[in-house]
T-cell receptor
């Protein structure tokens, strides 16, 4: 039961570097999401994709880009990392039963 | 005002206690209500979900929704140290690809 798989789990970046967080789900879900979680701020939506080929901004999209590569995969790219992007990033996909959402294990990103 | 309010705790209880976790919300369009458990350094794990009003029970866990008061609860009976985690409530409205999360309540069950 893989569910939602994220890579890498941990990453340290220097300011200005770029990187891509990868996410894949094996539940045949249409909708996928990227969140960041910060102490005292809770989960905040960065981008989401309602279906293959579509993406939409969430509440904190600045500094990020996404690609919905196919139904399974949804990647998040930081073009020029900033210390303010130090966070835990969660990918999630939306189930068809009960409108529930399922999360990956998270990617811990530190920008120095 | 946030769409979903949740007391951050921390909440510390002795093993065996009944725990009550709560969230309030402002949007009457919400119909789907979820509770997630998040252990340290892990992703949120779906614990319970309910549609519209009423109760749902699963083992030691009971989820309760009161739409008239815009209030949801999660009860944990016979709490165990392994229940120590942060609990997040979440909700959404039909037809919308957006979920609203509480900030999470940190629970510590002492042996």
């Amino acid at each position: 039961n893989a569910g939602v798989t994220q890579t890498p789990k941990f990453q340290v970046l220097k300011t200005g570097q770029s990187m891509t967080l990868q996410c894949a789900q094996d539940m045949n879900h249409n909708s996928m999401y990227w969140y960041r979680q910060d102490p005292g701020m809770g989960l905040r939506l960065i981008y989401y994709s309602a279906s293959e080929g579509t993406t939409d901004k969430g509440e904190v999209p600045n500094g990020y880009n996404v690609s919905r590569l196919n139904k399974r995969e949804f990647s998040l790219r930081l073009e020029s990392a900033a210390p303010s992007q130090t966070s835990v990033y969660f990918c999630a996909s939306q189930g068809t039963v009960g409108n529930t959402i399922y999360f990956g294990e998270g990617s811990w990103l530190t920008v120095v | 005002q946030k769409e979903v309010e949740q007391d951050p705790g921390p909440l510390s209880v002795p093993e065996g206690a009944i725990v009550s976790l709560n969230c309030t919300y402002s949007n009457s369009a919400f119909q789907y209500f979820m509770w997630y458990r998040q252990y340290s350094r892990k992703g949120p794990e779906l614990l319970m979900y309910t549609y519209s009003s009423g109760n749902k029970e699963d083992g030691r866990f009971t989820a309760q929704v009161d739409k008239s008061s815009k209030y949801i609860s999660l009860f944990i009976r016979d709490s165990q140290p392994s229940d120590s985690a942060t609990y997040l409530c979440a909700m959404s409205a039909p037809g919308f690809n957006k979920f609203y999360f509480g900030s999470g309540t940190k629970l510590n069950v002492k042996p």
